[in-house]
């Protein structure tokens, strides 16, 4: 015992530097983990920037797609509303670009070509004959009407923009059920004007319009814009209104073609009326 006791003593300044050489290890190691906890933490922060800008980035080069599944969608969805009177069907095909139902019809399309700064302004879509667009079809956007289909190819459709001084279209206060007709002077892309609306007619500034659904073009009940002007002229019984199209016709880019599946049939029975014809 005594042995080892001396042995201590001897060595004392040795075992003192090999337990302090010890500790130093252990410290060291714990603050080599501590560094690298924190270093892989900040390869992971840096990491997880990258594949959020590369998810970003395939995206944006996803978009087209997106934009197509999407337009399906909604596509489906207004085909519904529309024809929700007149059908029963709640499970609807996605993978076709024109849905037929008991009463109106309606066909994607992508606007890719636009006038806006003229006065007889029209719009070209990506649909034509092929693809069963007709002349006399309605032509709206997700946020309203838009124009009336005026000539077809086989892969192509001209619209009559609204934006043009030719444009008549029957439109209704949604409150009043008062009709008239609305056109464009030509100016003010932003700016309709709405005809024939007698004083009397129980409307205001922030009224909505709609289509009448009293033509084969046009469903009834299709947004078009809001009263932004009402003006009494003394001179005679009508309003002079202004009218805010809901569809910003300087940027649309995706519409729909909705038509009436009877409208050829209804045509010439009106046809042959207007000609005694039987």
């Known amino acids: 015992m005594q042995q080892i006791i001396d042995f201590f003593i001897r060595n004392k ?3 003192l530097f090999a337990l302090l050489f010890i500790i130093a290890l252990q410290r060291t190691k714990s603050a080599h983990n501590y560094h690298q906890t924190r ?3 900040s390869t992971h922060i840096v990491g997880g920037s990258f594949f959020q800008w590369k998810a970003s980035i395939t995206d944006y080069f996803d978009l087209a797609y997106q934009n197509e599944v999407l337009a399906r969608e909604n596509k489906n969805l207004r085909t519904q509303l529309l024809n929700s009177k007149d059908t029963t069907t709640t499970v609807l095909v996605p993978s076709t670009d024109t849905l037929n139902f008991d009463h109106i019809r309606v066909q994607t399309a992508k606007v890719i070509n636009n006038n806006f700064h003229k006065t007889k302004n029209q ?3 990506n649909r034509g004959r092929l693809s069963g667009m007709e002349i006399d079809m309605g032509v709206v956007s997700p946020q309203g009407v838009v124009g009336i289909v005026t000539h ?4 192509y459709a001209l619209v009559q923009s609204i934006l043009n001084t030719q444009s008549k279209i029957v439109a209704k206060f949604q409150k009043s059920q008062h009709f008239g007709t609305l056109t464009w002077d030509g100016f003010d892309p ?3 004007q709405l005809l024939e609306i007698p004083k009397i007619a129980p409307i205001a500034v922030g009224d909505t319009l ?10 009834e009940g299709l947004p078009i814009g809001v009263v932004v002007g009402l003006v009494q002229e003394p001179s005679n019984d009508y309003y002079n ?3 805010a199209p809901f569809t910003d016709m300087t940027s649309v880019k995706q519409v729909y073609a909705v038509w009436r599946r009877d409208a050829n049939e209804i045509l010439t029975l009106e046809q042959q ?3 005694g014809t039987n």
Do not use: C, M, R, W
């Open 152 to 155: 077809v190819s086989d892969h």
């Open 123 to 125: 719009l070209t879509l």
């Open 241 to 243: 209104i202004t009218v």
């Open 273 to 275: 009326g207007e000609n």
């Open 39 to 41: 270093y892989l933490g």
């Open 210 to 219: 709609v289509t009448d659904g009293k033509s084969t073009i046009f469903p």
């Open 13 to 15: 300044n040795f075992l």
């Open 190 to 192: 932003t700016a309709l």
